[in-house]
C-alpha cells in the first residue's frame, strides 16, 4: 500500500491556498472589467490591423457588441474556472476527512486500515458538483454550507456551456447567490445578504456586474464555512489545527 510521508495536513494552508486561487481569479476579472470599459472603436480596429491571422470576414462584431459579448464570454469563463477550483477544493475536504477517519480507526484499533488508506489515495471519479457534495455528505455526514447557492451556479455553468447562456425550453434559471449589500440607512458597514434571480425559457443569461462579483463571494463564504466545518469534524476526534497524515508507525 502506498502511502504519503508522516506529517501533518494543516487546515490554515488550505485555506490559504484556496484563498490565494480565489484572489487570482478575481484579479484578472478586474482587469478584464477595466480593460473592456478602456476600449475605444479606434483602439479596438487598431489592434486587428497589428496581429496577424486574426479572421476578418463580414461577421466582425462591432465595437460594443465586441464589449458586450467579451463580457458575457467573462462571465462563463471566470465561472468555470472558480468551479474547477471549488471541485479541487472538495476533493482536499474529501481527503483531509478520509485522513480523520484513518487516524480514529489507527488510534482505536478498529476498522480496516488498508481499506480506508486505499479509500484515501483514490481520487474521487464522481462527475460533477452535486454528485461531490452529496459524496461527502453521505460518507461523512457533514452538512454542506450554502448547498442552494452552490447547485444554482452549476445550473448557470451548464447553461453556459451547454446553450451559450441561453435558458431551455420548458425551463427556469433561479440563481441564488450572496452579496455584499449597502445598507439600508447608507451609514452602518455593508452587510452580506440573499440575491435571488430568475430568467425564464428562451432568456439569455446576462449577469450584472455585481452578480457576477457575487459568486466570488459566496465561494468565499462556502470554503470558509466548509473548513470550519471540517474543523469541528476533526476536533471531535482529538485534532486541531492540522490532522496527521498516514504513516507506517
Known amino acids: 500500500m502506498s502511502q504519503p510521508s508522516p506529517g501533518a495536513v494543516s487546515l490554515q494552508d488550505l485555506n490559504r491556498h484556496y484563498m490565494a486561487g480565489l484572489q487570482h481569479l478575481a484579479d484578472l476579472t478586474v482587469f478584464a472589467w477595466a480593460g473592456a470599459r478602456a476600449v475605444s472603436k479606434k483602439g479596438y480596429a487598431k489592434a486587428f490591423g497589428e496581429v496577424s491571422g486574426l479572421p476578418a470576414t463580414p461577421f466582425r462584431l462591432d465595437v460594443e457588441s465586441a464589449r458586450v459579448e467579451s463580457l458575457h464570454w467573462l462571465q462563463s469563463t471566470s465561472l468555470a474556472e472558480l468551479l474547477r477550483t471549488t471541485i479541487a477544493f472538495l476533493e482536499d475536504i474529501r481527503m483531509v476527512c478520509g485522513l480523520v477517519v484513518f487516524n480514529v480507526a489507527k488510534k482505536s484499533g478498529e476498522g480496516e486500515l488498508p481499506s480506508l488508506a486505499a479509500e484515501i489515495n483514490t481520487p474521487c471519479i464522481l462527475p460533477d458538483l452535486p ?33 451559450g447562456g441561453l435558458v431551455g425550453p420548458g425551463e427556469v434559471l433561479t440563481l441564488r447567490l450572496k452579496m455584499v449589500q449597502p445598507p439600508p440607512d447608507g451609514k452602518s458597514p455593508p452587510v452580506v445578504g440573499d440575491h435571488r434571480r430568475s430568467w425564464g425559457a428562451g432568456e439569455r443569461v446576462n449577469l450584472t456586474r455585481d452578480e457576477h462579483a457575487a459568486i466570488f463571494t459566496t465561494l468565499f463564504l462556502f470554503m470558509s464555512t466548509m473548513l470550519e466545518t471540517v474543523q469541528s469534524f476533526a476536533k471531535t476526534f482529538g485534532m486541531t489545527e492540522s490532522v496527521p497524515a498516514m504513516s507506517s508507525s
Open 131 to 163: 454528485s461531490r457534495l452529496h459524496g461527502l455528505k453521505a460518507r461523512y455526514e457533514l452538512p454542506i454550507p450554502l448547498e442552494e447557492e452552490l447547485l444554482s451556479l452549476h445550473a448557470l455553468h451548464l447553461c453556459f456551456a451547454g446553450m
